[in-house]
């Protein structure tokens, strides 16, 4: 096997940024390959939730004094960092929510309820993550709204033919993911967006997967909404992004009612809420979250996210060529435009004792359905297992991966 092309990454400094892969699990160093489920985090992001604490933890937007004025405008300064890493046209069209979750919930519930009527349909991709079917699935039982699935073909690539045929004057709505979490596809998402715009529907976009390991342009994928967490691109958790276009936000109501979200609330004359994007940030929101979510941006683009992606394709490459050669392991996902994950079972072995097991070897993978059960059934599987790259891992843990897995695999046969 060839090895890996001198890399662009300096793969050693991304290291030393993470302070949790210096430790140990069972004696053994940690191999972290559990990614898509949530990134480490880097010391520039600790430290700036250590500093908001420390320095100037106050509510935002309320407040006169010095310490509201310094988060408020770290916190808004986050806002004009996404909009910039999204290329959207506006701050007002980034909304802080508490993930990819509740964003998707967000226009289920908002646009969704105000928009939907009997009869009207609902397309949604059969590998799509739980958190973009079980909203439309509620949707679609209290409003009489039809929900049609688009078909995967056996190597995990979304059936573009199908979904052109699914599309009619009744769709309202096309959900699908950017990246699926459990299959590591890479989907066309701006020729689906022109497809759905060419029959008057929207397109939302689930970017969860996508925005760690490649450039975001929401202008340019022509997308409605598009949604994305801050664990699973090395920020913190609890807090997420809806990015939603200006006139569509605008239109909507609000989903969730209190603070902040109005400019006026009275009993005799009714409440007059906020502009966009307050309007759907009722509350006070996490906001030494949102601020490290910054920070997490500003590393990803310092260390620069074109060479990540790179160095992740390669270990990625790397990774499927030494899978291959595993007796009685099929990889669940070949799609030919793929990243950084590898999904796989192995003949008479369950992927639960798998995973016990490569952790006593200090191996950090994921398995189960990964919260995709419906593409997964599709396979007749109930779960895999599932190992994914982020841009701190080497080659040397791949081999290490791949080593300890062999290993587990003798074990339990």
Same mark, same amino acid.
């Given at each position: 096997?060839?090895? /890996?092309?001198?890399?662009?990454?300096?793969?050693?400094?991304?290291?030393?940024?993470?302070?949790?892969?210096?430790?140990?699990?069972?004696?053994?160093?940690?191999?972290?390959?559990?990614?898509?489920?949530?990134?480490?985090?880097?010391?520039?992001?600790?430290?700036?939730?250590?500093?908001?604490?420390?320095?100037?933890?106050?509510?935002?937007?309320?407040?006169?004094?010095?310490?509201?004025?310094?988060?408020?405008?770290?916190?808004?300064?986050?806002?004009?960092?996404?909009?910039?890493?999204?290329?959207?046209?506006?701050?007002?069209? =980034? =909304?802080?929510?508490?993930?990819?979750?509740?964003?998707?919930?967000?226009?289920?519930?908002?646009?969704?309820?105000?928009?939907?009527?009997?009869?009207?349909?609902?397309?949604?991709?059969?590998?799509?993550?739980?958190?973009?079917?079980?909203?439309?699935?509620?949707?679609?039982?209290?409003?009489?709204?039809?929900?049609?699935?688009?078909?995967?073909?056996?190597?995990?690539?979304?059936?573009?033919?199908?979904?052109?045929?699914?599309?009619?004057?009744?769709?309202?709505?096309?959900?699908?993911?950017?990246?699926?979490?459990?299959?590591?596809?890479?989907?066309?998402?701006?020729?689906?967006? #022109?497809?759905?715009?060419?029959?008057?529907?929207?397109?939302?976009?689930?970017?969860?997967?996508?925005?760690?390991?490649?450039?975001?342009?929401?202008?340019?994928?022509?997308?409605?909404?598009?949604?994305?967490?801050?664990?699973?691109?090395?920020?913190?958790?609890?807090?997420?992004?809806?990015?939603?276009?200006?006139?569509?936000?605008?239109?909507?109501?609000?989903?969730?009612?209190?603070?902040?979200?109005?400019?006026?609330?009275?009993?005799?004359?009714?409440?007059?809420?906020?502009?966009?994007?307050?309007?759907?940030?009722?509350?006070?929101?996490?906001?030494?979250?949102?601020?490290?979510?910054?920070?997490?941006?500003?590393?990803?683009?310092?260390?620069?996210?074109?060479?990540?992606?790179?160095?992740?394709?390669?270990?990625?490459?790397?990774?499927?060529?030494?899978?291959?050669?595993?007796?009685?392991? #099929?990889?669940?996902?070949?799609?030919?435009?793929?990243?950084?994950?590898?999904?796989?079972?192995?003949?008479?072995?369950?992927?639960?004792?798998?995973?016990?097991?490569?952790?006593?070897?200090?191996?950090?993978?994921?398995?189960?359905?990964?919260?995709?059960?419906?593409?997964?059934?599709?396979?007749? /599987?109930?779960?895999?297992?599932?190992?994914?790259?982020?841009?701190?891992?080497?080659?040397?843990?791949?081999?290490?991966?791949?080593?300890?897995?062999?290993?587990? =695999?003798?074990?339990?046969?």
């Amino acid at each position: 096997m060839n090895a /890996l092309s001198e890399p662009m990454l300096d793969v050693a400094r991304v290291r030393r940024d993470f302070p949790i892969l210096e430790r140990e699990v069972h004696g053994k160093p940690l191999i972290y390959l559990d990614n898509a489920a949530t990134t480490q985090t880097p010391s520039a992001v600790i430290e700036t939730l250590d500093d908001y604490y420390r320095r100037y933890n106050a509510n935002i937007h309320r407040g006169l004094h010095t310490l509201a004025d310094e988060a408020t405008a770290a916190y808004e300064g986050t806002r004009d960092k996404v909009r910039a890493w999204l290329g959207a046209a506006s701050s007002r069209e =980034i =909304i802080f929510t508490r993930g990819t979750t509740e964003a998707i919930n967000l226009v289920a519930n908002s646009w969704g309820r105000a928009n939907l009527r009997p009869g009207d349909e609902i397309l949604v991709s059969l590998m799509e993550h739980h958190s973009n079917i079980v909203p439309w699935q509620m949707l679609a039982e209290a409003l009489d709204v039809t929900l049609k699935v688009i078909p995967v073909d056996e190597r995990g690539v979304l059936d573009q033919a199908a979904y052109r045929e699914l599309l009619g004057e009744r769709t309202r709505l096309v959900c699908v993911n950017h990246v699926s979490n459990a299959l590591g596809t890479v989907n066309p998402v701006a020729e689906m967006a #022109r497809e759905a715009h060419a029959h008057d529907a929207l397109i939302l976009v689930d970017g969860a997967q996508a925005v760690p390991h490649q450039r975001v342009d929401v202008h340019a994928l022509g997308v409605d909404f598009y949604a994305f967490s801050g664990h699973k691109m090395y920020g913190p958790t609890g807090v997420g992004v809806l990015y939603g276009r200006e006139a569509l936000l605008e239109a909507m109501p609000p989903w969730q009612g209190g603070g902040e979200m109005i400019s006026r609330v009275s009993f005799d004359q009714g409440t007059v809420y906020s502009d966009i994007p307050h309007k759907f940030e009722a509350g006070t929101p996490a906001i030494a979250e949102v601020i490290a979510l910054g920070a997490a941006l500003d590393w990803v683009a310092a260390t620069g996210i074109d060479m990540m992606a790179a160095w992740e394709g390669q270990l990625l490459e790397r990774a499927t060529a030494k899978l291959r050669d595993v007796e009685g392991l #099929r990889l669940i996902g070949t799609a030919p435009d793929k990243v950084s994950v590898l999904s796989f079972v192995v003949d008479g072995v369950h992927a639960q004792d798998i995973g016990l097991l490569i952790d006593q070897l200090g191996v950090a993978i994921r398995t189960g359905h990964h919260c995709a059960q419906p593409v997964l059934a599709s396979m007749g /599987l109930e779960a895999t297992c599932r190992a994914s790259l982020a841009a701190y891992n080497t080659p040397e843990e791949v081999d290490a991966f791949v080593e300890a897995l062999e290993k587990v =695999i003798a074990m339990v046969r």
